[in-house]
C-alpha cells in the first residue's frame, strides 16, 4: 500500500542535542510538509517543500532546518533541541491533480514524538 | 489575518444523540478537509470537500461545505463511544501556495 512513513515513531534526545527525524512516502507526491503538534492544538506548519522548492514559515524558529534529496525523501533537522520543541512532528504530502480532480487533499505519517530532556 | 475557527472546541454528548461541530473561516477557499485525531496518534482523512454545496456522508458522520458563507459543518448523528475523537477541518488556501490553515479543533466526547 501507498503510503507515508515517519521514523523514529519515538524519540528522545537532551537539551541541545542535534536530532533528525525522517519521513518517506511511496506516493509519489510532489509536495512534502512538516508540523509541529503541541498537546490540544492544531498542528504548526513549519516548512514545505514543491518539488525541491523550499518554503519556510515566517515564524518557523531557524533551529529548525529540513532537507529534501530526493521525491521520496525529507528530513526535519532540529540543530538544538529545547524544552519547547517537545512535540509530535507529524509529515504530510500531497499532489494537486488526483484522479482528474483539482484535489490538494493531504496525506499524514504516523508521526514521531520528540521528548526533550 | 487568516482565521480557521471550530466550535464547540469541546463536545460532550450522549451516545444516540445528534449534534453539529461549525467550521468559519475568514479566507476565500473553495476546499475544505476534515480529519480526526485520536490521542497520541496523527491524523486521519475524513471528508474531501471540494466545491460550494458539496455533502460527504460515510457512516454516522456528514460534512458539508458553504463557501459563499464560509463556512463547513460536520454533523454527527445517534452519536457513539467510538467517535470520540479531536476532530480538525482545514481550508485550502487556493492561492497556489500548497498550504492549509487548520480550524482550532473540537475534542468530543461521546459518553455511553
Known amino acids: 500500500d501507498a503510503m507515508v512513513i515517519q521514523n523514529p515513531r519515538y524519540q528522545v534526545t537532551q537539551f541541545g542535542k542535534p536530532v533528525t527525524l525522517s519521513c518517506s512516502q511511496t506516493?509519489?507526491?510532489?509536495?512534502m510538509y512538516w508540523y509541529q503538534q503541541k498537546s490540544s492544538q492544531a498542528p504548526k506548519l513549519l516548512f514545505h517543500?514543491?518539488?525541491?522548492?523550499?518554503?519556510n514559515e515566517a515564524d518557523t524558529p531557524d533551529n529548525f532546518q529540513s532537507r529534501r534529496p530526493n521525491t521520496s525523501f525529507c528530513f526535519l533537522d532540529i540543530r538544538s533541541p529545547g524544552l519547547g520543541d517537545a512535540a509530535m512532528y507529524l509529515c504530510?504530502?500531497?499532489?494537486?491533480?488526483?484522479?482528474?480532480?483539482?484535489?490538494?487533499?493531504?496525506?499524514f505519517g504516523p508521526g514521531t514524538r520528540l521528548t526533550v530532556l | 489575518e487568516l482565521k480557521v475557527e471550530q466550535n464547540p472546541l469541546f463536545l460532550s454528548m450522549q451516545e444516540g444523540k445528534n449534534y453539529t461541530i461549525y467550521c468559519n473561516y475568514s479566507?476565500?477557499?473553495?476546499?475544505l478537509y476534515w480529519y480526526r485525531q485520536d490521542p497520541g496518534k496523527s491524523l486521519e482523512s475524513l471528508f474531501v470537500?471540494?466545491?460550494?454545496?458539496a455533502v460527504k456522508q460515510e457512516g454516522r458522520l456528514m460534512a458539508s461545505l458553504d463557501t459563499k458563507a464560509r463556512l463547513s459543518t460536520l454533523h454527527i448523528t445517534a452519536a457513539v463511544h467510538d467517535l470520540s475523537a479531536t476532530y480538525f477541518c482545514?481550508?485550502?488556501?487556493?492561492?497556489?501556495?500548497?498550504?492549509?490553515?487548520f480550524g482550532t479543533g473540537t475534542r468530543l466526547k461521546v459518553l455511553a
Open positions: 517543500y514543491y518539488d525541491k522548492d523550499f518554503n
Open positions: 470537500l471540494l466545491s460550494n454545496g
Open positions: 504530510a504530502t500531497s499532489s494537486l491533480f488526483i484522479a482528474g480532480t483539482t484535489n490538494n487533499e493531504q496525506f
Open positions: 479566507t476565500t477557499s473553495d476546499r
Open positions: 506516493l509519489n507526491h510532489n509536495v
Open positions: 482545514a481550508v485550502d488556501l487556493s492561492s497556489g501556495t500548497y498550504k492549509y490553515i
